[in-house]
């Protein structure tokens, strides 16, 4: 395979069951952690990497169920 061109945007979702670790399995895989997993304030785990054919792929896993208050609220939290 060879490497995308700049152009294309390709880009993967998966939802998981388990995200430890933040993605230092897949970058041992040879894949460049673009964004660390972490608790998000929508309710999930959620880290983003891309591999070494530079396709995007964003890891998801659901972690807690929030009300839309709720997540509101976290929402201010997380962006002042």
């Known amino acids: 395979m060879t490497k995308r061109s700049d152009d294309s945007q390709l880009q993967r979702s998966r939802d998981v069951t388990r995200l430890p670790g933040g993605g230092r399995r897949r970058a041992a895989a040879g894949a460049t952690v673009t964004m660390p997993a972490q608790d998000m304030f929508w309710g999930d ?6 591999d070494p054919f530079g396709h995007e792929w964003s890891f998801a896993t659901h972690i807690k169920d929030l ?14």
């Open 45 to 50: 785990r959620y880290g983003k990497v891309t």
């Open 67 to 80: 009300t839309p208050q709720e997540m509101q609220e976290a929402a201010k939290h997380a962006f002042g």
